[in-house]
């Protein structure tokens, strides 16, 4: 069966540190792969989507970025965060050449304190 | 562009009443649509689905949505609310290029 590993759980950086948050899927083959951000008292936003190896979009402009070395890697970083980077960010996968019928199955995600 | 609104973002029931969350969908297409739950810190995790092969659909834990095209509309509902029930839920509709949009998330309270 299919898994999804995000880590770490939950992290404390200060401003203008850097973050690398990291996520893996197994049990699956060419996956679409996607970055949310969750921030308290709001929705799911969408940062970044990949449907390939080195294959990245991003939607929103920002202080992040999103890079896939492997096919079943995802990572999401930053060179210097901001306050404003704080927030609950989830990992998620769904099969490729499903089109609309795949839903997205979710990490655990990640709890980012900008202090 | 598809989108979808959450029509209030807190709900309270009594345990054993019934449940109602509100969707409405905007889309250009016939769409797909998805409500997940989420329990805190944790993930998003899937409730049930509409891909058109039927209007009501069953999910787990006891939920179901139907589809109303004439409404736009996909609210999930629980004949009988458990107190595991309380969770965050989430409405969303695939767009065209493949991408989730979600509802700004229903509270779910449930009271003794």
């Known amino acids: 069966s299919q898994t999804i590993h995000q880590w770490p759980a939950t992290l404390v950086q200060p401003v203008g540190s850097p973050l690398s948050l990291e996520c893996t899927v197994e049990g699956t083959s060419n996956p679409n792969l996607y970055w949310y951000r969750q921030a308290a008292g709001r929705g799911l936003q969408l940062l970044f989507y990949?449907?390939?190896?080195?294959?990245i979009s991003s939607e929103v402009p920002q202080n992040l970025s999103a890079s896939r070395p492997q096919d079943r890697q995802f990572i999401l970083s930053s060179k210097k965060l901001l306050l404003s980077d704080s927030g609950f960010y989830l990992c998620?996968?769904?099969?490729?050449?499903?089109?609309?019928?795949?839903?997205?199955?979710f990490g655990n995600g990640t709890r980012l304190t900008v202090t | 562009a598809q989108s979808v609104t959450q029509l209030g973002s807190h709900v309270s029931v009594s345990e054993g009443a019934l449940v109602l969350l509100r969707c409405n969908y905007s889309?250009?297409?016939?769409?797909?649509l998805f409500w997940y739950v989420q329990y805190p810190n944790q993930g998003l995790q899937l409730l049930l689905k509409?891909?058109?092969?039927?209007?009501l659909v069953k999910g787990i834990n006891g939920f179901e949505a139907e589809f109303k095209k004439s409404e736009t509309s996909f609210h999930l509902t629980k004949p009988s609310a458990h107190m595991s029930d309380a969770a965050e839920y989430f409405c969303a509709v695939r767009d065209h290029t493949d991408k989730l949009i979600f509802g700004t998330g229903t509270r779910l309270q449930v009271f003794p």
């Open positions: 990949s449907v390939g190896i080195g294959q």
């Open positions: 509409y891909t058109s092969a039927a209007t």
């Open positions: 998620a996968w769904s099969v490729r050449g499903a089109a609309s019928v795949s839903p997205l199955h």
């Open positions: 889309s250009s297409v016939p769409p797909y």
